[in-house]
């Protein structure tokens, strides 16, 4: 590599990098939040079989795993500014990610609450709680504890998903990339860079994950009795 | 003084007639010995005057109000279960929260009892129960013994007036049957109601005072225990203790 290519890259990283920190981490941070109440809300009525809802957030689900995310950010912008909802680019695909990602992550953390043991809630009752109480104290920790590595999962994947907001003109990291090449023609190096600067960002989140597994599993312990 | 009257009770789960309208009389003191073949429904009469199946018929006497078992309204339910005891075969307790935890929750998050005083009960409970030094394990830390004996002890934080105790040696290796059984033998000896599903002959007729034996939703035979075990007058209750009280090898 020649050294103009390297002094393209020193200078271009920080260029990148500061719409990865103000606009990538907020959208996926901002989004993923959202998404978590969306989900827990979602698995919550499904767990607790509450008619004519529960038909709604099966609706919910289908329609959102059955359609493209793409497809989904351009209605959200575009197909909205269409008919009068003029929302900006950033609040269009908080408002597109946070219901996309709720709807996987509902069915993860529905999965985890029906692999609670039902004998708990049954205990629970006997000990003269209420559902609720016994959603936040017993079922909903544990059923977490267990979705845990697999909300952690869906949140690594939403980080590099954002790079799709380009598309609805969102100025994160992916578009300030294709502004450098397209004006240096220097694609290789700068992709590369980017995609290196999506790596670091996911190596955080795994070591994260990492030590609060570790923080978390305090009641499990070595093999089974 | 009764403590518990259920008429007429019947359940039935799709095509099969599980209770067939039973009666029962609870007296305070009593130490009621459930016997019976699997399938009998002695756990499902368990499970329907604690509510966790809403029976088909029948009615329940109790602290002194009469309810319609299969018409129960969620604040009927909680009054009843506010003062009544509930141990499962398979302990069930809390996963995520500590034996102590287990014992006070009922009375921190149901009743919103203070935290000290709930966790000066909780531990004199522990010590009833001999786990007063494990307070602080995780069940997945404690035997099925200890775990069932926590489960015990959360059972009595609500100073119920019955306990019921589902099968509550069945999931429990031998050599771990003994430390419950002599939980539940203290208990009984200090006066406590309780209605105990039981395959543990010895307790059926050491500690109880009455036994009750079931076969195919009805009570087939009860009384006194001593008299059930020595002088069974329904050739089907002799047949059951014959198998029962033979090695099973």
């Known amino acids: ?225 | 003084m009764t403590v518990l009257e259920v008429k007429g009770i019947e359940k039935s789960f799709g095509e099969s007639h599980i209770l067939k309208g039973l009666d029962l009389t609870v007296e305070k003191g009593d130490v009621i010995a459930v016997l019976g073949p699997s399938g009998s429904g002695k756990t499902t009469l368990l499970r329907c005057i604690n509510f966790l199946e809403k029976a088909d018929k029948g009615t329940l006497v109790f602290g002194g109000r009469e309810y319609d078992l299969a018409n129960m309204t969620k604040k009927d339910i909680a009054a009843v279960r506010r003062r009544t005891g509930f141990v499962f075969q398979n302990y069930n307790l809390f996963a995520n929260k500590t034996a102590i935890e287990n014992v006070t929750m009922g009375l921190t998050v149901a009743r919103k009892m203070d935290k000290a005083k709930a966790r000066t009960i909780g531990m004199d409970l522990l010590e009833k129960v001999g786990m007063a030094d494990w307070h602080d394990r995780y069940p997945s830390q404690l035997s099925g013994g200890q775990q069932q004996r926590v489960a015990i002890a959360r059972a009595l934080a609500s100073d119920p007036e019955i306990i019921y105790f589902d099968e509550p040696t069945s999931a429990l290796d031998p050599e771990l049957i003994g430390e419950v059984l002599a939980v539940m033998r203290r208990l009984a000896e200090a006066g406590m109601t309780m209605i105990v599903v039981t395959h543990e002959m010895d307790f059926a007729r050491n500690v109880s005072n009455r036994t009750l034996f079931m076969e195919h939703g009805v009570i087939v035979e009860q009384g006194p225990s001593r008299e059930v075990f020595e002088h069974p007058k329904e050739e089907r209750t002799r047949e059951f203790l014959r198998l029962e009280d033979s090695p099973h090898v």
């Not at chain 1, 020649?2 to 990538?24: R, V």
């Not at chain 1, 004998?119 to 209420?130: D, H, I, S, T, V």
């Not at chain 1, 999506?198 to 597994?213: D, G, I, K």
């Open chain 1, 1 to 225: 590599m020649t050294a103009a290519t390297w002094e393209l890259i020193l200078e271009s990283f920080t260029k990148i990098l500061i719409p990865g920190l103000l606009m990538t981490i907020p959208l996926t941070l901002l989004s993923f939040g959202i998404a978590m109440v969306i989900a827990v809300t979602v698995a919550l009525i499904q767990y607790a079989d509450i008619p004519v809802l529960k038909q709604i957030c099966r609706f919910y689900i289908w329609v959102i795993r059955g359609t493209p995310l793409l497809v989904q950010l351009y209605i959200g912008f575009f197909g909205l500014n269409n008919i009068g909802i003029s929302i900006g680019p950033f609040a269009a695909a908080v408002l597109v990610f946070s219901i996309n990602e709720g709807a996987y992550c509902a069915e993860t953390i529905r999965g985890s609450l029906e692999a609670v043991p039902k004998g708990q809630l049954e205990a629970g009752y006997c000990c003269g709680m209420n559902f609720l109480q016994i959603m936040t104290h017993i079922v909903l920790p544990q059923a977490f504890r267990s979705a845990f590595p697999a909300l952690f999962n869906s949140l690594i994947g939403m980080v590099k998903d954002t790079s799709l907001a380009s598309n609805i003109t969102v100025t994160e990291m992916f578009q300030k990339t294709m502004q450098i090449a397209g004006r240096t023609y220097k694609f290789m190096p700068l992709y590369l860079e980017l995609a290196f600067i999506y790596l670091m960002f996911c190596t955080v989140l795994t070591w994260v994950q990492r030590w609060s597994e570790k923080k978390l599993s305090h009641y499990e312990t070595q093999g089974g009795r």
